[in-house]
């Protein structure tokens, strides 16, 4: 004698909701481990994976509960959680919060909730709308990852699908009740679109939450790889990623017979600030001396700090001539107006040297060392002015 399997949506509800709930139990042990700037974003996704769970539990137990807390309660808690989804999302992606408009979904299911749900029962448009609300804050955590994720990548298609699969479903449901309003005439009848709809809060939280992480390593992963190619206070390439960029520059440029100009520049009496203003008043001035030299510089050009207060500027297909009248330029518009630091207004201004890709350059760190060597005679002739390399075939003209 065979026996018949009985599937009970209460018994998946329970489930689901325990499931859910250590996915936010293990998120908050995991979430210790992140940086700080991921907190924010994480505290809205716990709560998610903790609201959700409790709206499951009031819904498994309609008929021991008041319909305020079985369905207006429990819509409402999922509802919240469906918006700290997207709400986490924006957070995480530093995009602007939209609380108006996930506030506006939460507010009206409670509002779909009570009316449909306690003040003029109708269960088939009450699940209608519901589905319809819920499924545009699900397709708004979707349209967040596609729309702000960083790079292209499966972690993007697993963490946005989950969400737009999820906001599908809940359309597909409400569609099918347009369709067929005797669909579904019990929240726990066996139905396809119930099936659906259950499966996707059940789900949902595992493999957003798996998403979630993949994408916080993900990132901390390219910020590690970052901070170890750019200088922590200046925000250009440290000197190790600047060498790197050159090498290939000079690589590119031989290949395709195009010139290479480096300008190697160093901020003169920088020493002074630091001795009579502070390490601080430095580091603002270094700050501003790169935002003043990036402001002259071309979009194909790249800056990196060599160390100290000297910088350098690969420019690409450049030429001798015009890579001294780019010196210039950065030159004249550094020396116009003074620093503005904490302690005060401070004339600064630049020595530059000039070097150009020779036929006898066969590394990059003889490049560098004629624009080096360049830049210690502008100092040597009185500072504030731009040299070239002897090979550059450009003299310099009297300071302006």
């Not at 700080?36 to 505290?43: C, V």
């Not at 349209?143 to 790079?151: D, G, L, N, P, S």
């Not at 440029?253 to 601080?280: C, Q, S, T």
Request: with cysteine.
């Amino acid at each position: 004698m065979g026996t018949t399997w009985i599937f009970d949506i209460r018994s998946a509800l329970l489930v689901g909701a325990l499931l859910t709930l250590l996915i936010g139990v293990v998120l908050l042990v995991v979430g210790r481990s992140l940086a700080a700037e991921y907190r924010p974003s994480l505290f809205h996704w716990v709560a998610a994976t903790l609201l959700q769970p409790a709206g499951f539990v009031m819904l498994s137990l309609r008929d021991q509960l008041d319909p305020w807390v079985s369905t207006v309660l429990a819509n409402t808690c999922i509802a919240l959680a469906f918006g700290a989804y997207a709400r986490s999302l924006r957070l995480f992606y530093r995009a602007p919060p939209a609380g108006w408009l996930l506030s506006g979904l939460v507010l009206l299911s409670v509002l779909i909730s009570i009316y449909w749900g306690v003040l003029s029962a109708d269960l088939t448009r009450r699940l209608i709308a519901i589905s319809l609300t819920l499924g545009g804050l699900l397709g708004y955590s979707a349209w967040t990852v596609f729309r702000h994720a960083e790079r292209r990548g499966p972690i993007r298609l697993v963490t946005g699908g989950v969400f737009a699969l999820a906001a599908a479903i809940m359309v597909y449901r409400a569609a099918a009740l347009v369709v067929d309003p005797g669909l579904v005439t019990g929240v726990f009848q066996i139905t396809h679109v119930q099936l659906l709809t259950y499966a996707v809060g059940s789900v949902l939280p595992v493999i957003a939450t798996v998403g979630f992480l993949l994408m916080c390593t993900e990132r901390s992963q390219r910020e590690l790889e970052r901070a170890a190619r750019v200088d922590y206070l200046t925000d250009c390439y440290n000197r190790r990623a600047i060498e790197e960029q050159g090498a290939r520059a000079m690589a590119a440029a031989r290949r395709h017979g195009m010139p290479l100009a480096v300008l190697v520049i160093d901020i003169d009496h920088f020493k002074l600030i630091n001795d009579e203003l502070g390490h601080a008043a430095g580091d603002q001035a270094l700050v501003q001396s790169v935002a003043r030299i990036r402001a002259e510089m071309r979009a194909e050009d790249v800056l990196g700090r060599l160390g100290g207060e000297e910088f350098i500027v690969l420019m690409p297909n450049t030429d001798s001539a015009s890579a001294a009248s780019a010196g210039e330029r950065i030159r004249l518009g550094f020396a116009a107006r003074p620093l503005v630091l904490e302690e005060g207004r401070r004339a600064a201004t630049l020595s530059i040297g000039v070097a150009t890709l020779a036929p006898m350059d066969r590394l990059f760190s003889q490049l560098l060392q004629r624009a080096d060597r360049a830049m210690y005679a502008a100092k040597n002739a009185g500072r504030n002015l731009v040299m070239a390399d002897a090979m550059s075939g450009w003299e310099p003209g009297p300071p302006g």
